[in-house]
């Protein structure tokens, strides 16, 4: 039985990849600061500890790994990574826990490593044009990522193609696009658009209003979580080491996205659109590489990803609403 080692498996991806890995045969450790918020994990042994602690990564390798999924970051969606307030922290905790990982198992006998970096590597000045934007595998240079998230995660890349070039590492190298789907974070800070929408709409009266960041124009596609870790699987079985874009090519402005939701529940709401933090003005997976070395694309529209999304984040609202009145009521009673 192959042993692969999810490093961020109490995250939104890490969570449902381990799921995936179990379903092909794997025995999978788990690790991560915290177990998965919404879910029991799969994993058969889960560790819990910082990744930036050279003496919690090795202490991941008692066992002998075949496999190592790197999905552990310091993460969240434009209200976190695009205010400029994280970035020492992002850059910091990501970089450090890349180095120990690469140092460590290039000492293990570990067949491959998967590394998840971001489409937020692409330059921004490919991507003004809402309906039009460039991010083609080798468009990278001259670098001109956004946002500091985009600058580690290019950093690291070059880092893990390094420890290819002159260790022998086998890496495997994907650019996430917006992977969305049930069991991620929908509120807090850290949530991605589609959760933060979704929240939203499901906390709204029919006939409110939502707010909307930006003017809503700007524009990006998105994949449903079954899709990526499928992609994901894909790229380690091949003998092909990327950079390659993981994500959809169906692309939608963020303001068809709120209507899209609102459709999924029923509501007519107004949409308010106020300052925030907005990222790049377009931005699309361009899927040529991937259709090419792996023979994959994404199997599951747009839209039924949404709806599946929209029922779990409703649910979860509705549940903390029934948990906030029945504590209101004990309180009154006492
Ligand atoms: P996530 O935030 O849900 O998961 C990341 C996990 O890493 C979290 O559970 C967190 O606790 C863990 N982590 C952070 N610092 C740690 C540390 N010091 N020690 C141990 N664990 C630590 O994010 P996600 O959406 O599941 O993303 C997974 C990976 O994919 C990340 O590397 C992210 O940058 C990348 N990515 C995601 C998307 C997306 O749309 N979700 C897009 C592009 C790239």
Redesign the pocket.
């Known amino acids: 039985m192959k042993v692969a080692l999810v ?9 449902h990849l381990v799921t995936f890995l179990k379903s092909k045969g794997y025995r999978v450790i788990g ?4 177990l ?1 918020e919404f879910s029991v994990t799969t994993a058969d042994e889960f560790k819990i ?4 602690s050279i003496e ?1 990564v090795e202490s991941l390798f008692s066992i002998p790994v075949d496999e190592v999924y ?7 969606g434009a209200g976190y990574l695009f205010t400029g307030e994280n970035d020492a922290d992002v850059m910091h ?2 970089v ?2 890349n180095l120990n990982l690469l140092n460590v198992v290039t000492q293990k006998k570990v067949d491959k490593v998967f590394y ?5 590597i692409y330059p921004e000045y490919n991507q003004m044009d809402a309906n039009n934007p460039n991010c083609t595998e080798g468009s990278e240079y001259p670098a001109a990522p956004d946002s500091e ?1 985009g600058w580690e ?1 290019l950093f690291s890349e070059r880092l893990y193609l390094s420890y290819q070039r002159n260790y022998g590492l086998n890496v495997k190298i994907a ?6 789907g049930p069991q ?2 929908f509120d807090g800070g ?1 949530e ?1 658009v589609p959760a933060a929408l979704a929240r939203k709409v499901a906390m709204a009266q029919d006939g409110g209003e939502i707010e909307i960041w930006g003017d809503g124009t700007q524009t990006r596609s998105f ?1 449903y979580i079954d899709d990526c870790v499928e992609a994901v699987f894909k790229l380690m079985q091949s003998d092909f080491s990327g950079p390659v874009n993981i994500g959809s090519s169906e692309l939608i402005s963020i303001n068809a996205l709120a209507k899209c939701f609102m459709r999924i529940s029923g509501k007519q709401l107004t949409l308010k659109h106020v300052k925030g933090p907005i990222g790049v003005q377009g931005r699309n997976s361009d899927n040529r590489l991937i259709a090419e070395k792996l023979n994959w694309l994404p199997g599951i529209p747009l839209a039924s990803g949404l709806e599946q999304t929209y029922q779990w984040i409703a649910q979860q609202v509705n549940a903390r609403a029934g948990q906030t009145s029945e504590l209101a009521n004990q309180q009154k009673t006492a």
């Open positions: 490093t961020g498996a109490g995250g939104f991806i890490g969570s690790a991560d600061l915290k998965p500890g910082d990744l930036r919690f790197q999905l552990a970051a310091d993460m969240g905790n990501s450090l826990i998840s970096s971001s489409a937020c998230y995660k650019r996430f696009h917006n992977i969305f991620g974070t850290r991605k994949l």
